[in-house]
């Protein structure tokens, strides 16, 4: 596993927290003006789950660096980036133009999302049980 991966992660999901923030902010204080309750609702939601899994990809970049040779930390890592461009990247797309068909996308990430998480569950334990 390379540590410029799990540094590349890391920086990733800090960046992904420093646009959730942005983002949140420019809702609040811009959009909230402009949109519509339902439209504002799907803006925060997207947010709100940006900043969740880029967390995520924090945690599993530190996770790759105490685990270096867990091969499957990697997925967990890309199905958390997948899942943030799916999932909050259609809802943004969907406020800004309004095209229904954008969330198609939406599910997709989240199944991302439930994967990763998933995946990274029975890694801990695996691992868990395994240095025992």
Known sequence: MS??????TIGLGALGMMVSVILGAVGAHVLAGILT???????QIAVEY???HSLGLI???LLILYYPSC???VAVALLMMLGIILFSGSLYLLVIFHYSWLG????FGGVCWIVAWGMLAWILIRYRLHHK
């Open 37 to 43: 309750g339902k439209w504002l609702q799907v803006y």
């Open 3 to 8: 540590v410029r991966f799990a540094q590349k």
């Open 59 to 61: 945690l599993s970049g």
């Open 50 to 52: 940006q900043i969740y």
């Open 104 to 107: 198609i996308f939406t599910p």
């Open 71 to 73: 091969k499957a930390l």
